[in-house]
Nanobody, 119 residues
Framework: QVQVVESGGDLVQPGGSLRLSCGVS????????MRWYRQAPGKQREHVAQ??????TIYADSVKGRFTISRGDANMVYLQMNNLKPDDTAVYYC??????????????WGQGTQVTVSS
């Protein structure tokens, strides 16, 4: 069974920084993409950043130059968020797009971590 767990959300002042972390557990996992999404109150979930196994990255226009996605050991994925703005307030979700035991590519989601940017 695949389990995705993210952490690091907090209350931060505008202009501040946070680092989100996410890990995946389970056997037979072949990862293709690691992604971060966010969902603000009353809005649809939106893609924030993606990193492929070759290290290639994609960012939403709204976070380019402020957020950085990176990979760590043991399939960890991080989101460094700098110069945070109130509009960044949302629940942030980690996503692994992977194949588990040859069952086909699927999305696996974490439970979300709250980021609140407010003075």
């Amino acid at each position: 069974q695949v389990q995705v767990v993210e952490s690091g959300g907090d209350l931060v002042q505008p202009g501040g920084s946070l680092r989100l972390s996410c890990g995946v557990s389970g056997s037979g996992i072949v990862i293709y993409y690691m992604r971060w999404y966010r969902q603000a109150p009353g809005k649809q979930r939106e893609h924030v950043a993606q990193i492929a196994t070759d290290g290639a990255t994609i960012y939403a226009d709204s976070v380019k130059g402020r957020f950085t996605i990176s990979r760590g050991d043991a399939n960890m994925v991080y989101l460094q968020m700098n110069n945070l703005k109130p509009d960044d307030t949302a629940v942030y979700y980690c996503n692994y797009y992977c194949d588990v035991h040859g069952s086909g590519l699927k999305d696996y989601w974490g439970q979300g971590t709250q980021v609140t940017v407010s003075s």
